[in-house]
């Protein structure tokens, strides 16, 4: 068996194959079993800002209904059991979750804009989290804030969140950003170890017969892998020391063999594991040792960047002369 282990953000893992967030990571035995079949780490579903932000008002709501008694004493506040609620949750989850599992969890905050929830991934580290993957995500519509002040945007909250933890930080970003190489270079100025490329967006979808607007949830097929090959591919070439992960469309071990040889530490996997239930991920993990072996690579270590952007004859291949190759080859 070629040796899988990898290096990624900074933690050992056993392999190069994440269970990335979604329900199945959201629940301790659907954790095990991704654990047992061998992934390397585990991301847990995000919290998101929205959730931190509605419970603060729901506080604030409660505070103002009863100032309006002359009698009230907030201080019950403090008793109030909130584990059913949002944030709780995830703490107990992420504590749950490290105190039975020896891979590393990374737990994961989501949001678009710095506030008090950033202050959330502390405490999901002071719960155990072995790393935090930080999800950005907006649509921006704002007419008078440009791709250069969404950019900065998030660079504050990467900032912010570096500021308070003291574990390894990963970005997932949407492959919606501009100027990715330059985003990248700031981005690990600011403090992020790796980058998570690329989240999946959920457009809108007009549903004819109600005569509204719905969102569907579609899961990926490998064809998506493209989008994160190409970045993956270029940004190998250009950020020593950046930890880099693949999502979106990983759905075999050939997959991941992909990904690994334009330059991925990792890649993670969750339309698959939703399709098909943990154990796939044993099968991943048999079909990323048995092409290394046929090609004589003993580790995977040892396939990871052969083609980068810095190992192929034609790097432009990853821009975009490959566009103008594929038209003029018709
Ligand atoms: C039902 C569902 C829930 C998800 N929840 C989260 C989440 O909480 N946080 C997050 O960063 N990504 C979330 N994702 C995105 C996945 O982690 C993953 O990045 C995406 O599905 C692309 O990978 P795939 O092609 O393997 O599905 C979710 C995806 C699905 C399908």
Same mark, same amino acid.
């Given at each position: 068996?070629?040796?899988? /282990?990898?290096?990624?953000?900074?933690?050992?893992?056993? &392999?190069?194959?994440?269970?990335?967030?979604? *329900?199945?990571?959201?629940?301790?035995? !659907?954790?095990?079993?991704?654990?047992?079949?061998?992934?390397?780490?585990?991301?847990? *579903? !995000?919290?998101?800002?929205?959730?931190?932000?509605?419970?603060?008002?729901?506080a604030?709501?409660m505070?103002?209904?009863g100032?309006?008694?002359?009698?009230?004493d907030s201080a019950p506040l403090a008793g109030i059991d909130m584990s059913?609620?949002?944030?709780q949750?995830?703490?107990?989850?992420?504590?749950?979750?490290?105190?039975?599992?020896?891979?590393?969890?990374?737990?994961?905050?989501?949001?678009?804009?710095?506030?008090?929830?950033?202050?959330?991934? @502390?405490?999901?580290?002071?719960?155990?989290?072995?790393?935090?993957?930080?999800?950005?995500?907006?649509?921006?519509?704002?007419?008078?804030?440009?791709? &250069?002040?969404?950019?900065?945007?998030?660079?504050?909250?990467?900032?912010?969140?570096? &500021?308070?933890?003291?574990? *390894?930080?990963?970005? @997932?970003? !949407?492959?919606?950003?501009?100027?990715?190489?330059?985003?990248?270079?700031?981005?690990?100025?600011?403090?992020?170890?790796?980058? #998570?490329?690329?989240?999946?967006?959920?457009?809108?979808?007009?549903?004819?017969?109600?005569?509204?607007?719905?969102? @569907?949830?579609?899961?990926? /097929?490998?064809?998506?892998?493209?989008?994160?090959?190409?970045?993956?591919?270029?940004?190998?070439?250009?950020?020593?020391?950046?930890?880099?992960?693949?999502?979106?469309?990983?759905? !075999?071990?050939?997959?991941?063999?992909?990904?690994?040889?334009?330059?991925?530490?990792? #890649?993670?996997?969750?339309?698959?594991?939703?399709?098909?239930?943990?154990?796939?991920?044993?099968?991943?993990?048999?079909?990323?040792?048995?092409?290394?072996?046929?090609?004589?690579?003993?580790?995977?270590?040892?396939?990871?960047?052969?083609?980068?952007?810095?190992? #192929?004859?034609?790097?432009?291949?990853?821009?975009?002369?490959?566009?103008?190759? #594929?038209?003029?080859?018709?």
């Amino acid at each position: 068996m070629a040796d899988l /282990t990898t290096s990624y953000l900074g933690l050992d893992l056993r &392999a190069p194959i994440i269970a990335s967030a979604s *329900p199945l990571t959201g629940q301790l035995d !659907s954790l095990l079993a991704l654990e047992r079949a061998g992934a390397g780490a585990v991301v847990l *579903p !995000s919290l998101f800002q929205e959730e931190v932000e509605a419970e603060e008002m729901a506080a604030v709501d409660m505070m103002e209904v009863g100032d309006g008694f002359a009698e009230f004493d907030s201080a019950p506040l403090a008793g109030i059991d909130m584990s059913g609620m949002g944030t709780q949750h995830h703490l107990d989850l992420v504590a749950e979750a490290t105190a039975n599992l020896s891979v590393p969890v990374i737990a994961s905050v989501n949001g678009s804009r710095k506030g008090g929830w950033v202050d959330y991934a @502390k405490e999901l580290v002071a719960a155990g989290a072995n790393g935090i993957e930080l999800n950005l995500f907006s649509v921006n519509t704002d007419e008078t804030e440009s791709s &250069a002040d969404v950019e900065e945007r998030y660079l504050e909250i990467i900032s912010a969140v570096r &500021a308070g933890i003291d574990v *390894p930080l990963a970005v @997932k970003l !949407s492959q919606h950003i501009t100027g990715l190489s330059a985003f990248a270079l700031r981005a690990q100025q600011a403090g992020a170890d790796g980058l #998570v490329l690329f989240n999946r967006f959920y457009g809108a979808e007009v549903d004819l017969d109600a005569m509204a607007l719905t969102s @569907k949830l579609a899961l990926s /097929t490998s064809d998506e892998l493209r989008y994160p090959l190409r970045w993956i591919g270029i940004l190998r070439a250009q950020r020593e020391g950046l930890g880099l992960a693949a999502t979106s469309g990983v759905h !075999s071990g050939l997959d991941a063999v992909k990904a690994i040889l334009v330059g991925a530490d990792v #890649v993670c996997t969750t339309s698959e594991v939703l399709h098909a239930g943990p154990e796939r991920i044993g099968g991943m993990i048999a079909e990323l040792d048995e092409w290394l072996d046929a090609h004589g690579y003993p580790s995977a270590n040892e396939a990871r960047a052969a083609m980068s952007a810095a190992n #192929v004859p034609d790097p432009g291949q990853f821009e975009r002369a490959q566009y103008m190759k #594929v038209i003029t080859s018709r």
